[in-house]
């Protein structure tokens, strides 16, 4: 049986949520580790955007994670995790650990 070119393409984009998910929950945790969210972490973000045009694609996607991951109970730990090890190639790892 052939998968359609349509079931590739919802699937691609159900990564691609995933990936941009963990990218910003990472961020807002870092952002918040001190308590509050400052100019370092809109900074951050802001740097996200330029490094990975995907997420810029999506950009109200992706504050929206952000500021939900703020009060996210999944620990930073756990999305780096699951980062690394299921969304993310060995070039994104590097490009967004730079970027934390």
Request: positive net charge.
């Amino acid at each position: 049986m052939r998968t359609s070119t349509d079931d590739i393409k919802k699937r691609l984009g159900q990564r691609e949520d995933m990936f941009l998910r963990r990218l910003f929950g990472m961020l807002a945790k870092m952002a918040k580790a001190d308590g509050k969210v400052d100019a370092w972490g809109t900074h951050a973000a802001e740097g996200a955007f330029a490094r990975f045009p995907r997420a810029a694609a999506r950009r109200k996607f992706c504050v929206r994670v952000f500021n939900e991951s703020k009060k996210s109970r999944i620990s930073l730990y756990r999305q780096a995790w699951e980062f690394s090890n299921k969304y993310a190639s060995a070039a994104d790892c590097l490009a967004v650990y730079e970027l934390l």
